[in-house]
């Protein structure tokens, strides 16, 4: 081989192999993303990237603000969108989606971190950021009136409904304007999960509406993101609460029926509802056993404010008219139980706890709108009527005594 030859075969093989090692470096390179930021106020803080996972939060990398109060992180993109958080050791939270190799940048300062930010790409990051607002008022919302229930200004009753009409406006305002609105979007998929003091706002194996809220966004994501996992976890628990809802109902249905039936043969027998409840002592008392005696039957909150001075017109009257016939069967919707069982103790009177409190039925069967709700009952086991005006209580008693 001549030397022109050697060198011809030595740069061949110098090319191969800088072909080969260009071609491992390009097959071990992945697509990244950028995040990138200017904090005022933080040079020297330390700054986390969360990837907020499926299976909870996931810590990717973290940096130290620099001395320009800056940070740049560098993270693998997936192959569908990601939702991720910035954090501080505060635990204040910029919450965004990636979408795919993109740069997100953003704006804020150290002491309002989370509060008051700007982010770009705005586009579904924008949303999730009013819907981070939304969340956090609400949660401030909700802390209050944990705040009242714990010193004892708002009864369990009341606390019970104020949460629940907090939570459904809420709710109500998600799906009305971020979920219904835009179903195809990635800020509707992170609406779904929002929580708050670690109540899941969003579940569709427990609420029908819930149900159509996941079956709207699936659908959108199953068809742009077929083979994410998150596709395929949501098109799961929208049909795990569809299959749900269907069984729910058909046992409502039936229920439904079963009490009409039976509610109509208790009223031609007995004249009442029947109501079958255990004392503090896990001792039963129904209705129907105080045939023969005039029965004032009250649903309460021993827990409320008017409690106290409720029981005392109560014990007034009981002991005017014990002695002639006069019962009263008081049933507690606490969810205190040791509370109840304690307030309770010296009460003369059949005192009972339905554990279902203000979800039981019994409430619907009794048209219990109010709390303290009272109902009369004569010595012939017949309803008599639902006493709304506390001045004509005793009066209506003494008539059927």
Known sequence: MTNKQTNHM?????????????????????????VKGDVINGQGETIYLVASKQQGPILVDSTIIDANNT??????????????RLQTKSNQIINFVVDSTETIRIQTDYNTFGGDYKITPTKNNQEIKALTHLQMNLQQQMNKLNQKA?????????????????????????????????????FAYFALFQSANGYTLFNALNSKQDAKCFG?????????????????SLTSITLQ????????????????????????????????????????????????????KTVLLDFTVYESNNSTPHNFMLRD???????????????????????????????????????????????KLYNVKNIPSLHLINKENEYVKHITDLKTLEKEIKKQL
Not at 154 to 180: D, P
Not at 327 to 354: G, M
Request: aromatic share 12%.
């Open 150 to 186: 714990k010193t004892k200004h708002l009864g369990t009753f009341i606390y019970q409904e104020e949460m629940n009409k907090l939570i459904s406006a809420y709710k109500e305002n998600i799906r009305r304007n971020y979920i219904f609105k835009a179903p195809n979007t990635l």
């Open 10 to 34: 030595k740069k061949l093989h110098w090319g191969i192999a800088s072909l080969i090692t260009a071609c491992l470096f390009s097959c071990n390179s992945k697509p990244e993303f950028c």
């Open 216 to 232: 709207a966004v699936a659908t959108s994501f199953s068809y742009k993101y077929p083979n994410s996992s998150r596709a395929k």
């Open 71 to 84: 940070f740049t992180f560098n993270a693998q993109s997936t192959n569908a969108p990601e939702f991720y």
């Open 317 to 363: 009257l009981y002991d005017k008219y014990a002695a002639k016939g006069f019962e009263i069967y008081q049933v507690s919707l606490d969810n205190d139980l040791h509370f109840w069982k304690t307030i309770t103790d010296k009460l003369p009177w059949i005192t009972v706890h339905d554990p279902h409190g203000i979800y039981s039925t019994n409430l």
């Open 241 to 292: 609460g569809l299959q749900k809802m269907r069984i729910a109902n058909r046992q409502a249905e039936a229920a439904k029926a079963q009490r009409k039936n039976s509610s109509k043969i208790k009223i031609e027998e007995t004249g009442i509802i029947n109501l079958k409840l255990k004392d503090r002592d896990g001792v039963f008392h129904q209705l129907t056993d105080l045939k023969g």
